[in-house]
């Protein structure tokens, strides 16, 4: 986060908090392999994942427990099969 501009903190936030709409549909049509990772006190819903883990923390799990974060991210990016196109 340390890398980040505030122009694109505030921009992120406006677009994914102030302005989201209901994205259960698009979840559920991910053909990927997927996995939700929620904090325990965060504050929106559990999403429309089978594999959903719950850390430490609130809405910004990756800030209040990022060795558990990261080692989720890393098991998820194992199960990506390699041949898949880069975007």
Do not use: F
């Not at 505030?10 to 990927?32: C, H, P, V, W």
């Not at 997927?34 to 719950?54: F, H, L, R, W």
């Not at 923390?57 to 199960?79: C, D, F």
């Amino acid at each position: 986060m340390n890398k980040v501009y505030n122009k694109e903190i505030k921009y992120t936030d406006q677009a994914l908090r102030l302005n989201a709409g209901e994205s259960s549909g698009l979840i559920k049509s991910l053909s990927i392999p997927t996995m939700a990772i929620i904090g325990a006190e965060d504050y929106v819903g559990s999403p429309p994942i089978e594999k959903t883990v719950t850390v430490k923390g609130g809405h910004v799990s990756p800030l209040e427990a990022p060795e558990e974060v990261t080692n989720w991210i890393s098991r998820l990016t194992k199960l990506i099969p390699e041949n898949l196109p880069a975007h």
